[in-house]
Structure formats: structure tokens, C-alpha cells
């Protein structure tokens, strides 16, 4: 295979700011970055922006078979030729993950991975968060900013505490896997990054997902007020919260993800 950079020069791939692309190019990164998920050889991979397909090309060393999923235009024919390397094993969709019904893309549960502009991934992971349980994908791999991995992976009581903690712990477990500088990508963007890996967990009996985001949304909307001020619109939630014993002096990043699982089952 030809090395990346050339690849990137032949196909003219200079980084776009609009399409939120920042390029990895070390291979021995991107190895590590696809052993995340653990032993991918022979499963389904649903890579959403591979761009030139640093990553693309790891998952595909590791033994998967990857339908992969790219807004920008210019990258389909470089994906296209990597493709020609591992036949059978690469299928490339041109469009707006947004937008793509991913399920009905597999077979099976495929392991999800993805390198994404921040926005993109964060509306991703908070759909892919809220589908049927159990999920449709395996694992979730994701590169963030480490400031919005810490905000998945955040305990209570923690400044990054909130709803899309809430989100993430109530029925998967999400980590940190593995930090990455700034310095790994081209062109290197402000911040520091991380990949979150998220297993999905038995989602806890009679809660209603939309129950408990309505709680989260009520508490953190106000999370430096007490409970009793911010959850007063919530129809019977401090009734709930008396009868749980949970104090309403309390502030929204005090009430652990059990917490806020057993009051929404009472409103549920
Ligand atoms: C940060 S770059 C990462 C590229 C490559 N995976 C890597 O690690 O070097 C993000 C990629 O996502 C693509 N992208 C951005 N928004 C997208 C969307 N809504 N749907 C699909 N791909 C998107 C960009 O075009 C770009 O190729």
C-alpha cells in the first residue's frame, strides 16, 4: 500500500476547516486506536468519517470487514483504492452520518469507530446513546475532545458531571481509553483529545428514556440551584424525591446516575 501522505498528495486532500478534518497519520496510533475495541478480526465495523483512511487502514490490518461513511467527496476514490488491497472487506457510502440509517447497513452488531469533527460526533453518540436498547452496535470507539470525553466519563459530584453523563452511564459504561496530543493530528487542532470505548449495560426496569432526560434537562438547565427549585415543573418529581429519601436541598451534580435512574422509574 502506498503510504498516506502520498496518498493524500495524489488525491489532492488538503485538511478542509469546514468539514472539521484533522488527519492522523502514525500508524502505530492508529493500530493502537483500533485494538481498542479488542479482537475486531472477522467482525463488522461501521467507521463514520474516515477521510483518507488512516484509520480506515488499521481497522482493515486487524482483520474487519468496515462500511465506512464519508461527507467529503474528494476521499471516495483514496478509499476506493484502499479498498482494492482488501477486497470484499471495505464498502464506502458518500453522505451525512447524520442522515444514514446505520443499522440497516449490518448484519450483525457492528463495533462502532469513528474520528469525528466534535459537534458531528457528539449529535452521533447522543443518537447512538438513544436507540432501542439493547443497541444495534456492539461498541462505541469515538475520538473526542478530551474536555467532551471527560464530560461522558465524568463521576458524580465532578465539574464535567451532567446530562450527557447521565446519558452515557444509566445503561452503558463508557472510559477513557487512550488520550491523544494535538500533535498526532494535521494540522493539529487546539485542544488535547481522547477516545471514549462504551459498552452497552442491561438498561434498569420501567425507566422511560425520555422520563429521565426530562429530569436531567430540569436539573442541570439549573444545575447551582436546589433540587426543590429546579425540578419544581416536573410533574411529581418532589413527591418522588421525598419518597426516596432524597433530600431537595441537594444540587443537580450531587444525585448520582442511580439516583436520577430510580426517580425517573417513579415518574416513568
Ligand atoms: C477529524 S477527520 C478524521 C479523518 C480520519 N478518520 C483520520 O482519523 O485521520 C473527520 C472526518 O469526518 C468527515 N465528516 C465530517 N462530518 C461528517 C458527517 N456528517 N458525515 C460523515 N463524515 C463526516 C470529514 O470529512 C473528515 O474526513
Known sequence: MPPLREVIRRHGL?????????FLFDHQLLARIARVPGDIAGAEVFEVG???GGLTRALLEAGASVTAVE?????????????????????????????????ALFQGKPHVVANLPYNVGTALLIG?????????????TLM?????????????GSESYGR????????????????????????PPKVMSA??????????????????????????GQRRKMLRQSL???????????QLGIESSRRAETVSVAEYVALARALS
Open 14 to 22: 488538503s485538511a478542509s476547516k469546514a468539514l472539521g478534518q484533522n
Open 50 to 52: 474516515p477521510g483518507p
Open 71 to 103: 461527507r467529503d467527496r474528494r476521499c471516495i476514490p483514496a478509499l476506493a483504492e484502499l479498498g482494492d488491497f482488501f477486497p470484499g472487506k471495505l464498502a464506502v457510502i458518500e453522505g451525512d452520518a447524520l442522515e444514514v440509517d446505520a443499522p
Open 128 to 140: 447512538w446513546l438513544s436507540t432501542a436498547w439493547e443497541p444495534w452496535w456492539a461498541s462505541l
Open 144 to 156: 473526542f475532545q478530551k474536555e467532551v470525553a471527560e464530560r461522558i466519563v465524568a463521576p458524580v
Open 164 to 187: 450527557l453523563a447521565v446519558l452515557a452511564q444509566w445503561r452503558s459504561t463508557p472510559r477513557i481509553a487512550m488520550t491523544v496530543h494535538r500533535s498526532a493530528f494535521t494540522p
Open 195 to 220: 477516545v471514549v470505548h462504551i459498552v452497552s449495560a442491561a438498561a434498569p426496569d420501567g425507566v422511560r428514556l425520555a422520563v429521565l432526560e426530562g429530569l436531567t434537562g430540569a436539573a442541570f
Open 232 to 242: 419544581k415543573g416536573v410533574p411529581g418529581a418532589l413527591t418522588a424525591m421525598e
